[in-house]
């Protein structure tokens, strides 16, 4: 028997690791890959050749920049680019400086729950762009959009960029777009990657890399309850294990235990028992086509104003507006 609902948890991390491994299937949510080794890991899998995914989205800027900022600046040219889960801002700053070189009145508003994210991505753009007004938010989204919006009336075009749309689960994510929706003016836009649909081994090629980095940051998950919560798993004893569903665009990631075993997390006064290749489900990166792309904005609220992609259409940018 396990302890039920009556453990305080101090943390969001420690209730969700603790009902998540007590559940049947066992789960835990991707947002805890990322620490200071997994911000690591991601930047390396974005550098890898079978992660397309990076690449597709700096090509699609890279190609259509003037286009783009064209569009943003459409009816007003003095806006603020507010964006979500900036990172280290490489594909956005291809923007920032066509913006910044071409004389629009741009404030770049980069939203980060890290902070040190923040403050590198600060830096080098003031080395690189020095003319930029730059104004980093700390918080996650919907705290720092809110802040935002009550500051002035000035338009917001707001960036959600690098198929982050893909971690949620469609209920999620439209739950996700109504939010930014609600606090949308009628001139904002929404400009947003999403992966689409190709090829099943592009995609499983992608999350299944020989050099075993995609394996390292969907076990890094197992080494943060390790360090944060004295937990005691033996990272060898899982497989990493991707599937992907041509049919729903979903690819899964999975953590299969290789043998039966017994982990415990003393933080939580948990024992954890595994059958022989029992499953924790962790992640899923969804794939889109053009009708899922039109109906979750439908749901949302959102109007498709128009959209850029690559030749192949293996990864479409889109903007849309209220
Ligand atoms: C951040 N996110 C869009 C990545 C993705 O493609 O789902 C995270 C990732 N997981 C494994 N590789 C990359």
Redesign the pocket.
Known sequence: MQKSTQVLFKTQFEEDVYKGLSDFPKHLS?KY?YDQKGDKL?QD?MHMPE?Y?TRKEYDILKQHTAEIAGKFAMGNPRFKLIELGAGDGKKTKILLKYLSENNFDVKYQPIDISQSVLDGLEKSLHKELPDLQVEPQHGTYFEALEKINSENGTKKVILFL???I??LLHEHAIAFLKSVQELMQDDDLLFIGF?MKKNPQTILD??NDPSGI?EA??KNVLARINTELDGNFDLDKFLHWEVYDPETGTAK?YLVAKEAQTVSIDKLGLLIDFAPWETIHT?I?QKYDDKVVAWLADNAGLKIETEFSDPEKQYKNFVFRK
């Open positions: 991707s890959f991601f899998i992660y995914l690098g198929s982050n893909g971690n992966d992608a999350y995609t940051f969907n990631s992640e990166s």
